[in-house]
């Protein structure tokens, strides 16, 4: 008998590793496809309105140019196939500016580009919407039922008795993805089947709604994405360039590719829309809260409605027997939002958890112990018992990590030569759940060798899928991570859950946990032996001396976690240094302690937390997508205007890891970390400042321009 | 991209011809800036002439001549081995610290010092064809006017553009009082005061600066100065690196006893040309090196500021940012680091 495996838990490097520094791991758009043309997308010029007329002429009779598409020659498809946002070629109507229009097909990236340019459009144009600050006065009830108001107990006679209370708007701007890797396609037809290369966070999602929107059956599209340059949650539904680059492929009958540009990335895969936060909160003076009312207003589509849930956080972080979670939404002429990492908790954590913060602060309280004094038994929303919860561990211990008692207790009164300092901190939450999976296992075995093939059709955004798999698979099987082949990303493969809701981990661990259960039960059931210890399936493969064996199976998340409330939590700790001279902000220490159950592997889970820490840093300092209402228009197309912050902007980044043993949320204890990461960051930074400053921030980005207005 | 053609040259001669007789020719150096803009549709040369193999990248002391002691930068010499160069980091800080502040690592090791003069601005409306900009196409308005412009001038602007200069190397080479060579297509050259390079935009905002049709930067010189001991460059940004300025200030002083002998601000980000702050200057000429004085005198010069809809608050921060740089000057102009 060998040594048992135990990988899990172990931070080792990315099975995946070399293959993308040495540039080998195929992204979409690096597939070796022969005879490929190339597509490029014209959008529209106007944010409303009609198009009267496009002239494709002298696009037409551009060098290299195959194919120019529009509204009058794209062939008919379903409009409600299941992609985000429009801009399928189908109408005339202009629903926002940067709506895609048509598509040139050349020979060439740049010819495509070119010709692209000589397209000419006449539109009728309407004034379009735009205008957040004038017409969030119009916003109504969303239609989306999980939008409906939830009231408990009677929050305006309570919040008008209170004796210390906060009644404020926080703001939030719009923000975008951005993924290094803009939404980018290979299209290939053979015969009636279609193979589309292209960053798909939900592998099956893709391939339906590709198939739906084209009127084919799913069984001909092929969606290949092993490997993605991040998404964020604006590859989770997929958008219209999907399907355009299968039209252009039809239509000038050969391989296209399609790759969107930076610019084009601002209207052409959602956003995070822009909220109006209006936060009731109070307590007695003792700090037991009695009041939370958390209202957002925000924007959509006029093709659509998504609303982000930014009262989520508000429902079960504290207990509060007056509460109230309400929206409102209006229509713009911009495209559809969507769901953006950490989608409502992140920037409805910042609404909450700054306005605990100004309550602590009336309250003279320290901000960890009021959060302390207000942790629910039960989940405030359903009374369903929680299946483990931290916060108050992830307080506590990174108050002691992070040196908390140095922080002063007056705003303002730490100065270290030409800068304040300041110490904030905030808790967040994210849902943990499992969805179906299905994984296969093959094992095949040359002499002493064995190999296993694990299969399905999971996704991997970057965050270490490949490695969590192997792993998981490499204990439950007996076979060193070497040894394990991992194949995901493709939907020829079984359905497996998409990595959205930080829902991948936990799902794919659990099926190809439970698969190596299975594979382990039919080998020992095929030996047809009693064993005294269960032996692993790679030594039942050398004692049986099987050449292959495999099974599949189809992993459902238990039933029991429904009956309880499952959360990953976390509590975010940020040090500031502000210049004060300039209004510079420097997060020169950051710390998130993180209570997710358990932890597959600390250095790819290290990863992802410090990656939604610097994307929640942006969001407290630098990040904002900004309308021109005039013309319904970006002004911030690039990362030279969109700022996502550089080396530079981030100090030294400290992460904790709780250790939690949660059998209910699932079987693995597993229960996501992706969207957790950012969820409290841009309070904990906003409360640093405040902390540092005495001035309170509560429109996002925390620029220069604000703090020196206000000293 | 649209077609054109490419051109390399290995004179000088040969390269103010080309542009001289075609008026749709660019030169194009690093590239940092004009591809990009040809990417987006903005520039439309039919022709690039690539510069790239004139012999222009030197950084050498003046050896003749009235700025003899000076230090004569090529015009080919790299943004970044300009800002690393010995002769440069000691005798003129102000200029590497500047260079040094702008775009990123990856841009400043392919940019070249003229082109860091002939970079255009970074106005969104400038870089978006489908919106309005005198600049890019004169007559079709100013879209910042009225728009988003909280990025936008404070000085010197017109109702025809508001648009700022995004340099950060010329706000030292403006305080610095440097010349730019230029050769035109005849062979004639001529010497341009750096304050009298770029232009405002008055009725012709198409027109950054005040090169005649091929005419060709050759070098830069500095004149000898006595600020190497007491200069700083501060930008405010909206993040650490890789942003323009909300504000810059270059701010270089001599000495003389515990009195200013001579004051030289310059600030960016604030005007279709690096801006020299004149007035606070001979405020400042004389008096003690006070905190006080450094205030009245930033006071003195933004108290001229024209502000738009979003860019009031340059005024305070250009006031601070004059103060504190003024400051740093005087404590010897090092970058501050943070304790670890």
Redesign the interface.
Same mark, same amino acid.
């Given at each position: 008998m060998s040594e048992p495996i135990k990988t899990v838990g172990q931070g080792i490097n990315r099975v995946d590793g070399f293959l993308k520094v040495t540039g080998a791991a195929r992204y979409a758009t690096d597939y070796p496809v022969k005879n490929l043309a190339h597509a490029v997308i014209f959008k529209s010029?106007v944010a409303a309105g009609e198009i009267l007329a496009i002239d494709t002429i002298e696009a037409e009779k551009a060098?290299g140019v195959l194919s120019v598409i529009t509204h009058q020659n794209a062939p008919k498809l379903n409009p409600n196939g299941g992609l985000r946002g429009g801009g399928l070629l189908q109408e005339t109507k202009i629903h926002f500016h940067g709506q895609h229009i048509g598509v040139v097909v050349a020979e060439t990236f740049?010819q495509a580009?070119?010709a692209s340019?000589l397209v000419k459009v006449e539109y009728s144009k309407q004034t379009p919407r735009t205008d957040f600050e004038k017409l969030e006065k119009e916003a109504s009830t969303p239609k989306d039922k999980d939008k409906a108001d939830i009231v408990r107990g009677d929050v305006d006679t309570a919040f008008s008795s209170a004796e210390f209370k906060l009644d404020v708007v926080y703001e939030t701007p719009i923000e975008h993805h951005h993924p290094m890797e803009p939404h980018s396609t290979i299209a290939v037809w053979e015969g009636e089947k279609l193979t589309l290369y292209n960053g798909s966070q939900i592998v099956n999602g893709a391939q339906s709604s590709a198939a739906n929107t084209l009127n084919i059956p799913a069984a001909n599209v092929r969606i290949v994405t092993p490997h993605i340059g991040g998404g964020f949650g604006s590859k989770g539904g997929q958008w219209a360039n999907l399907v355009l680059t299968a039209i252009a492929a039809k239509m000038v009958n050969r391989p296209v590719k399609l790759a969107l540009t930076r610019?084009q990335m601002v209207n052409s895969a959602g956003l995070r829309q822009r909220n109006l936060q209006r936060i009731r909160l109070a307590a007695t003076k003792e700090g037991k809260l009695t009041v939370l009312a958390h209202e957002t207003t925000t924007h959509c589509a006029m093709n659509g409605e998504f609303v982000e849930p930014c009262g989520d956080c508000s429902k079960v972080m504290y207990e509060v027997p007056n509460a109230k979670i309400a929206y409102k939404v209006v229509p713009m002429n911009l495209i559809l939002p969507t769901y953006t990492r950490g989608p409502g908790k992140a920037t409805g954590s910042f609404a909450l958890e700054s306005a605990m913060d100004e309550l602590a602060h009336q309250l003279k309280l320290d901000p960890i112990e009021f959060r302390i004094k207000n942790e629910p038994a039960r989940d405030p929303l359903n009374g369903k018992p929680f299946s483990s919860r931290t916060t108050v561990q992830c307080l506590q211990a990174g108050a002691k990590a992070f040196g908390w008692e140095k922080r002063k207790m007056e705003p303002g009164t730490n100065q270290?030569g030409?800068?304040m300092v300041g110490y904030g901190v905030a808790a967040g939450t994210y849902p943990a759940r499992q969805r179906d999976s299905s994984a296969m296992i093959r094992l095949n075995r040359t002499g002493k060798d064995i190999k296993a093939t694990i299969e399905l059709a999971a996704s991997d955004l970057g965050t270490g899928t490949h490695t969590i798999i192997a792993q998981t698979a490499a204990d439950g099987l007996g076979i060193p991570v070497s040894n394990i082949d991992v194949r995901i990303g493709d939907s020829a493969l079984p359905p497996a859950a998409g990595s959205v809701g930080s829902v991948g981990a936990a799902s794919f661990a659990n099926a190809v946990n439970d698969a190596c259960i299975k594979i382990t039960d039919e080998l020992i059931l095929k030996s047809g032996k009693q064993f005294p210890v269960r032996p692993m399936a790679s030594a039942l493969m050398a004692s049986e001396n099987l050449k292959e064996f495999q099974t599949r199976v189809d992993a459902k998340p238990s039933p029991e976690a429904d009956n309880y409330s499952c959360h990953s939590f976390n509590a975010n700790f940020a040090e500031v240094?502000v210049n004060a001279?300039?209004?510079?902000v420097?997060v020169?220490r950051f710390l998130a302690v993180t209570g997710a159950g358990k932890i597959l592997n600390p250095k790819t889970a290290r990863s992802q937390i410090i990656g939604g820490n610097i994307w929640g840093i942006g969001m407290a +300092?630098?990040e904002e997508s900004?309308v021109?209402p005039?013309?319904g228009?970006f002004?911030?197309?690039?990362?030279?205007?969109y700022?996502i912050?550089?080396? +530079?902007?981030i100090?030294t980044l400290d992460t904790i890891f709780i250790d939690e043993d949660d059998p209910i949320t699932n079987k693995l204890g597993v229960k996501g970390i992706g969207e957790v990461s950012i969820v409290g960051v841009a309070a904990a930074v906003a409360n640093a400042i405040y902390n540092a400053t005495g001035i309170r921030v509560r429109d996002l980005?925390i620029?220069?321009?604000k703090l020196?207005?206000k000293v | 991209?649209?077609?054109f053609k490419y051109s390399t040259i290995n004179d000088i001669k040969s390269a103010t011809n080309r542009l001289a007789t075609n008026d749709n020719a660019r030169y194009l150096a690093g590239g940092t800036n004009i591809l990009d803009l040809m *990417?987006?549709?903005v520039e439309r040369p039919d022709e690039l002439v690539d510069i790239s193999r004139l012999k222009l990248a030197a950084v050498q002391p003046i050896t003749t001549g009235a700025n003899k002691g000076g230090i004569s930068i090529g015009a080919l010499g790299k943004n970044t081995e300009t800002a690393n160069h010995p002769l440069i980091r000691q005798a003129y800080p102000l200029l590497s610290q500047a260079i040094l502040a702008g775009a990123?690592a990856q841009i400043r090791n392919m940019a070249t010092n003229g082109g860091n003069l002939n970079q255009r601005t970074?106005c969104?409306?400038f870089?978006?064809v489908?919106?309005p900009c005198n600049k890019r196409e004169p007559g079709s308005g100013c879209?910042a006017l *009225?728009?988003?412009n909280?990025m936008h001038a404070i000085f010197g602007w017109s109702e025809k553009c508001v648009a700022v200069h995004p340099s950060d190397m010329c706000i030292a080479l403006v305080a610095l009082d440097a010349i730019v060579n230029v050769q035109g297509p005849n062979g004639q050259q001529r010497s341009i005061p750096f304050e009298d390079y770029h232009r405002l935009p008055g009725d012709n905002p198409e027109k950054d600066n005040t090169l005649n049709p091929g005419e060709l930067i050759t070098s830069i010189h500095i004149p000898r100065n006595n600020f190497a001991d007491r200069s700083y460059y501060?930008k405010?940004?909206?993040?650490?690196?890789?942003?323009?300025a909300?504000v810059s200030v270059g701010a270089a002083l001599e000495m003389n006893g515990s009195n200013i002998l001579t004051a030289r601000i310059a600030l960016g980000g604030v005007a279709h040309k690096p801006w020299r702050a004149k007035e606070a200057e001979n405020f400042l000429a004389g008096k003690p090196a006070t905190v006080e004085n450094f205030r009245r005198a930033a006071e003195m010069e933004m108290k001229n500021a024209m502000t738009l809809e979003h860019n009031d608050?340059k005024v305070?921060?250009g006031t601070?940012?004059i103060?504190?740089a003024l400051s740093q000057a005087m404590k010897g102009g090092k970058h501050?680091e943070?304790?670890a």
């Open positions: 010029t060098p740049e580009r070119y340019r610019q270290h030409d800068y240094w001279a300039t209004g510079m420097k020169h +300092l630098t900004v021109d005039r013309y228009n002004v911030t197309r690039s990362f030279a205007d700022h912050p550089a080396n +530079l902007d100090g980005p620029t220069p321009d020196i207005r | 991209m649209r077609p *990417k987006e549709d990123s970074r969104p409306y870089y978006e489908s919106m879209g *009225k728009g988003i909280r501060l405010v940004r909206d993040r650490a690196s890789y942003a323009f909300l608050f305070e921060l601070r940012a103060v504190r501050e943070l304790p």
